[in-house]
Protein backbone atom coordinates (compact mmCIF):
# COMPACT_ATOMS: atom_id res chain seq x y z
CA UNK A 1 0.00 0.00 0.00
CA UNK A 2 3.20 2.14 -0.30
CA UNK A 3 1.84 3.54 -3.77
CA UNK A 4 -0.67 5.81 -1.49
CA UNK A 5 2.08 7.80 -0.58
CA UNK A 6 1.93 9.71 -3.50
CA UNK A 7 -1.11 11.63 -1.42
CA UNK A 8 1.44 12.30 1.30
CA UNK A 9 3.89 14.38 -1.07
CA UNK A 10 0.69 16.25 -2.20
CA UNK A 11 -0.24 17.27 1.15
CA UNK A 12 3.29 18.39 1.64
CA UNK A 13 3.72 20.26 -1.66
CA UNK A 14 0.25 21.82 -1.17
CA UNK A 15 0.88 22.82 2.24
CA UNK A 16 4.01 24.37 1.52
CA UNK A 17 3.21 26.35 -1.29
CA UNK A 18 0.38 27.80 0.73
CA UNK A 19 2.35 28.96 3.42
CA UNK A 20 4.56 30.67 1.40
CA UNK A 21 1.91 32.10 -0.72
CA UNK A 22 0.39 33.05 2.89
CA UNK A 23 3.69 34.18 4.53
CA UNK A 24 5.07 36.23 0.90
CA UNK A 25 1.70 38.03 0.96
CA UNK A 26 1.05 39.11 4.73
CA UNK A 27 3.00 40.43 7.93
CA UNK A 28 2.79 38.78 11.13
CA UNK A 29 -0.49 38.95 12.48
CA UNK A 30 -2.17 41.02 9.48
CA UNK A 31 -5.75 39.80 8.36
CA UNK A 32 -7.46 39.81 5.14
CA UNK A 33 -10.90 38.58 5.10
CA UNK A 34 -12.29 35.90 2.81
CA UNK A 35 -15.90 35.43 3.81
CA UNK A 36 -18.18 35.59 6.42
CA UNK A 37 -16.26 33.61 9.31
CA UNK A 38 -13.09 33.16 7.38
CA UNK A 39 -9.92 35.31 7.28
CA UNK A 40 -5.85 34.76 5.99
CA UNK A 41 -4.10 35.88 9.11
CA UNK A 42 -0.59 34.65 9.28
CA UNK A 43 0.93 33.55 12.85
CA UNK A 44 3.32 31.42 14.08
CA UNK A 45 3.29 28.71 16.28
CA UNK A 46 6.10 27.51 18.27
CA UNK A 47 4.20 24.66 19.72
CA UNK A 48 1.82 21.87 19.19
CA UNK A 49 -2.03 22.16 18.50
CA UNK A 50 -3.74 25.06 20.53
CA UNK A 51 -0.30 26.52 20.94
CA UNK A 52 0.59 23.44 23.64
CA UNK A 53 3.96 24.44 24.71
CA UNK A 54 4.55 27.27 22.56
CA UNK A 55 6.14 29.34 25.78
CA UNK A 56 8.76 26.67 26.54
CA UNK A 57 11.55 28.27 25.10
CA UNK A 58 12.28 26.34 22.12
CA UNK A 59 13.19 23.20 23.35
CA UNK A 60 9.87 21.98 22.43
CA UNK A 61 10.64 22.29 18.72
CA UNK A 62 12.97 19.75 19.09
CA UNK A 63 10.52 17.34 20.95
CA UNK A 64 7.98 17.84 18.19
CA UNK A 65 10.05 17.28 15.13
CA UNK A 66 11.53 14.29 16.80
CA UNK A 67 7.41 12.86 17.49
CA UNK A 68 6.72 14.22 13.64
CA UNK A 69 9.59 12.25 12.65
CA UNK A 70 8.69 8.79 14.54
CA UNK A 71 5.44 8.87 13.98
CA UNK A 72 5.81 9.29 9.72
CA UNK A 73 8.50 6.37 10.13
CA UNK A 74 5.90 4.47 12.06
CA UNK A 75 2.99 5.56 9.85
CA UNK A 76 4.96 4.52 6.42
CA UNK A 77 6.12 1.33 8.00
CA UNK A 78 2.66 0.19 8.89
CA UNK A 79 1.43 1.36 5.25
CA UNK A 80 3.62 -0.90 3.94
CA UNK A 81 1.95 -3.57 5.92
CA UNK A 82 -2.12 -3.16 4.97
CA UNK A 83 -3.47 -5.08 2.80
CA UNK A 84 -5.24 -4.34 -0.43
CA UNK A 85 -8.91 -4.18 1.17
CA UNK A 86 -7.60 -1.60 3.84
CA UNK A 87 -7.84 1.30 1.31
CA UNK A 88 -9.36 3.75 3.93
CA UNK A 89 -6.77 2.88 6.48
CA UNK A 90 -3.99 3.64 3.69
CA UNK A 91 -5.45 6.67 3.14
CA UNK A 92 -5.78 7.89 6.81
CA UNK A 93 -2.34 7.51 7.46
CA UNK A 94 -0.87 8.96 4.10
CA UNK A 95 -2.94 12.24 5.18
CA UNK A 96 -1.63 11.91 8.43
CA UNK A 97 2.00 11.48 7.12
CA UNK A 98 1.88 14.15 4.80
CA UNK A 99 0.65 16.40 7.15
CA UNK A 100 3.32 15.85 9.77
CA UNK A 101 5.69 16.38 6.82
CA UNK A 102 4.53 19.35 6.19
CA UNK A 103 4.80 20.66 9.55
CA UNK A 104 8.04 18.77 10.43
CA UNK A 105 9.52 20.95 7.63
CA UNK A 106 8.40 24.17 9.06
CA UNK A 107 10.08 23.07 12.74
CA UNK A 108 13.37 22.50 10.95
CA UNK A 109 13.52 25.02 8.72
CA UNK A 110 11.85 28.28 11.03
CA UNK A 111 11.88 26.78 14.65
CA UNK A 112 7.96 27.20 14.21
CA UNK A 113 4.96 26.10 11.86
CA UNK A 114 3.19 28.54 9.34
CA UNK A 115 -0.44 28.86 10.56
CA UNK A 116 -2.95 30.78 8.30
CA UNK A 117 -6.39 29.13 8.25
CA UNK A 118 -8.46 31.62 10.66
CA UNK A 119 -12.37 30.73 10.97
CA UNK A 120 -14.34 32.78 14.10
CA UNK A 121 -17.71 33.00 14.77
CA UNK A 122 -19.37 36.13 16.97
CA UNK A 123 -15.85 37.13 17.59
CA UNK A 124 -14.06 33.77 19.52
CA UNK A 125 -11.49 32.64 16.49
CA UNK A 126 -10.16 29.08 16.55
CA UNK A 127 -6.67 28.93 16.43
CA UNK A 128 -5.11 29.52 13.18
CA UNK A 129 -4.28 26.56 11.56
CA UNK A 130 -2.81 25.19 8.25
CA UNK A 131 -2.90 22.65 5.59
CA UNK A 132 -1.07 20.00 7.24
CA UNK A 133 -3.08 20.28 10.14
CA UNK A 134 -6.15 19.89 8.04
CA UNK A 135 -4.47 16.64 6.40
CA UNK A 136 -3.72 15.07 9.93
CA UNK A 137 -7.28 15.99 11.33
CA UNK A 138 -9.25 14.38 7.89
CA UNK A 139 -6.69 10.96 8.30
CA UNK A 140 -7.52 10.75 11.95
CA UNK A 141 -10.71 11.27 11.14
CA UNK A 142 -10.93 8.55 8.80
CA UNK A 143 -8.61 6.34 11.14
CA UNK A 144 -11.85 6.46 13.85
CA UNK A 145 -14.67 6.14 11.31
CA UNK A 146 -12.78 3.07 9.55
CA UNK A 147 -12.52 1.70 13.71
CA UNK A 148 -16.06 2.41 13.94
CA UNK A 149 -17.56 0.79 10.83
CA UNK A 150 -15.15 -1.41 9.36
CA UNK A 151 -16.57 -5.05 9.31
CA UNK A 152 -14.39 -7.83 9.69
CA UNK A 153 -15.41 -10.61 7.24
CA UNK A 154 -15.87 -13.92 8.78
Given amino acids: MLNWLWLSVLVVGLDQVSKQLVESSLLVYETIPIMPYFNLTLAYNEGAAFSFLSDQGGW ?21 KLQRHEKWVAIAFALIIGGAIGNLIDRLLFGHVIDFLDFYYAGWHWPA ?16 LDMLFHRQDA
Fill in 60 to 80: QRWLFATLAAGVSLLLVVWLS
Fill in 129 to 144: FNLADSAISVGVALML
